[in-house]
């Protein structure tokens, strides 16, 4: 299924299921929880300068993880679960070449695929000293469990809309 069609069926899922998914207290809680994950994960990530880091290889150097295709592992799920936390899910690519979803700021998802929220390219690993790396993993794992969870119990109240 192409991207704008995940993007067209999440988007009507949005529409008949916002206030029902609003009102579940678990779903409720997961997206709070994940906004503090995401906090949490962004600190730590600017703290050890991986985002500098990723942003200087993108701009000098011509290169980004966020590669044409990554956009395909997201599902109509996954992509409401963003609508619910606000992200806008633009109708075209940004960046020729890139991810659907790679803006000029960085990733316009808040709730990411679980390969863009662990993925650390060779030279991000040989920078971080082990223990900043095993400090990443941890709240990169919080956030993840939280995605996963919240991913669920989205699909589960959503059952039979566009099971993918």
Not at 140 to 150: A, H, I
Request: aromatic residues 4%.
């Amino acid at each position: 299924m192409l991207i704008r069609e995940k993007i067209r069926i999440a988007e009507a899922l949005f529409g008949t299921w916002r206030d029902e998914l609003w009102r579940d207290a678990k779903v409720r809680g997961l997206l709070e929880d994940l906004l503090e994950n995401l906090s949490a994960s962004g600190m730590v990530s600017r703290g050890l300068g991986i985002l500098a880091a990723c942003k200087h290889c993108d701009e000098e150097e011509g290169g980004s993880c966020c590669g044409a295709g990554i956009e395909n592992r997201y599902s109509p799920h996954l992509l409401l679960v963003n609508l619910l936390l606000g992200s806008g899910l633009p109708e075209e690519r940004c960046i020729a070449n890139s991810c659907h979803f790679l803006g000029k700021e960085g990733c316009v998802l808040k709730a990411r695929d679980i390969l863009c929220i662990n993925y650390l390219c060779a030279r991000i690993q040989r920078l971080l000293a082990h223990e900043d790396l095993l400090t990443l993993q941890e709240v990169t794992g919080r956030e993840m469990e939280t995605v996963f969870l919240l991913h669920e119990a989205v699909k589960r109240i959503t059952r039979g809309s566009h099971d993918h």
